[in-house]
């Protein structure tokens, strides 16, 4: 979708409307619909204050959860799965300035996998792929992707353990960490 100036600037003045707001979700909600462009399922919540860029170029699944002070540079595109969700003050960037040509941006996709849990100023980088029900720790730096079902944490962000199924818990994604003895 090409991402007309105009566009870029009506949505600037939605993220400002929306962090000037009361914060009464009957009267945000609207905003960040008109933000989000239709992108936004009608069971996610995203609490302000919030900073987005190029919001037409993010999807948004089922039953998110955002916690306020989310900082989202999308103009390579992010794509957020149901039932994840993010923790206070995180950032989300999809462009970098060429080594080369400081000038030219380039811009990759973000994708979070469902039910995965991003921890509070956890930054994750361009390109990135954060597989289903994977958990990344509160202040992580993501430069590669993420595979399913496991924890990092780090800058950058390494493998901490693998999350398993646990039938003794109710409900999706509900894991142990592998060798916990709980």
Request: hydrophobic share 40%; proline share 7%; aromatic share 4%.
């Amino acid at each position: 979708m090409a991402v007309t100036a105009e566009k870029s600037e009506n949505q600037g003045q939605s993220w400002v409307k929306i962090n000037t707001t009361a914060p009464q979700p009957e009267q945000i909600r609207p905003l960040e619909e008109q933000l989000f462009g239709g992108n936004l399922d009608q069971t996610s919540y995203l609490m302000p204050p919030l900073q987005v860029d190029f919001a037409c170029q993010m999807k948004i699944g089922k039953g998110v959860f955002v916690n306020h002070s989310l900082t989202c540079m999308a103009a390579g595109g992010i794509t957020i799965d149901d039932g994840v969700m993010i923790g206070p003050n995180v950032r989300i960037v999809t462009d970098n300035h060429d080594f080369a040509n400081r000038m030219v941006l380039r811009c990759k996709p973000v994708h979070i996998g469902r039910n995965a849990w991003i921890g509070v100023g956890a930054i994750i980088l361009p390109g990135v792929t954060i597989g289903e029900n994977a958990v990344v720790a509160a202040g992580a730096v993501v430069t590669k992707d993420v595979a399913p079902n496991t924890i990092v944490g780090g800058n950058p962000a390494k493998f901490i353990k693998s999350l398993t199924p646990d039938p003794s818990l109710k409900g999706e994604g509900n894991f142990k960490g592998e060798g916990n003895k709980e």
